[in-house]
């Protein structure tokens, strides 16, 4: 099973809900990362996850909220958001680095969840 | 900013032809990927060339690396339609488990 799945694949939200975007993945991957895009740009690093903890933050708003319940599951938490957090939210796993430098590691992506912040 | 920049951002060729995309990038790099994405979809792992590697072949994609420039070349032979997409390199540094996105070229594929 080499596939990252995604849910919702679209969500409308108003600034004061709460939702919560989920990710699984069933390739023995150690490695999850979130990322976000906006329309005719690159995805932008938000977080990785090394066996589970929480590796890396690029500087991300505390309205999101990552967290990592096991090894195949990966969650963004999402509350108070703004319009401008509109974007396609991507989430990717892969080999962690730990298993070794020369590890490949290509990354799997989800199809990603369309958001809207009304 | 991590990010590489490529260019053109934006190639339209008529079917059979070849594309080529550049990605330049800024930092020491363990790998550069390339990768697809259909619109609005996730992104599909074409191709990895690790930093001691010059060019590498797969199908009709052909990538090449210049460390020195830090730069990478991708190449689409006998372009199709079903190419039409955008291209993202990737590179990753040697250590942690980054992975920085370049701008990206838009390619349409006219039949």
């Known amino acids: 099973d080499t596939e990252v799945t995604q849910t919702p694949k679209h969500l409308v939200m108003g600034m004061t809900n709460k939702k919560s975007l989920k990710c699984e993945q069933h390739?023995?991957?150690?490695?999850m990362y979130w990322y976000k895009q906006k329309a005719k740009k690159p995805p932008e690093l938000m977080f990785v996850?090394?066996?589970?903890?929480?590796?890396i933050n690029e500087s991300v708003p505390s309205r999101f909220s990552p967290e990592c319940p096991n090894s195949s599951l990966l969650n963004l938490h999402l509350h108070a958001l703004q319009p401008e957090d509109s974007a396609l939210y991507l989430c990717?796993?892969?080999?962690?680095?730990?298993?070794?430098?020369?590890?490949?590691?290509?990354?799997?992506f989800g199809p990603g969840t369309r958001l809207t912040v009304l | 900013s991590q990010q590489g920049e490529e260019d053109p951002q934006a190639l339209s060729i008529q079917e059979g032809e070849n594309a080529t995309m550049n990605c330049s990038y800024k930092?020491?790099?363990?790998?550069l990927q390339w990768y697809r994405q259909n619109s609005g979809r996730g992104l599909v792992h074409l191709i990895l060339?690790?930093?001691?590697?010059r060019e590498k072949h797969s199908g009709r994609l052909r990538v090449t690396l210049d460390t020195s420039k830090k730069s990478s070349s991708l190449l689409i032979t006998a372009s199709r339609a079903a190419d039409t997409a955008s291209y993202f390199c990737?590179?990753?540094?040697?250590?942690?488990?980054?992975?920085?996105f370049g701008t990206g070229t838009s390619l349409t594929v006219i039949p």
């Open positions: 930092t020491s790099i363990n790998n």
């Open positions: 990737a590179t990753d540094r040697n250590t942690g488990n980054q992975f920085y």
């Open positions: 996850y090394s066996y589970e903890k929480l590796s």
């Open positions: 060339i690790r930093s001691n590697e």
């Open positions: 990717a796993s892969s080999q962690d680095r730990l298993a070794g430098a020369s590890s490949y590691n290509e990354q799997f």
């Open positions: 390739m023995g991957h150690r490695a």
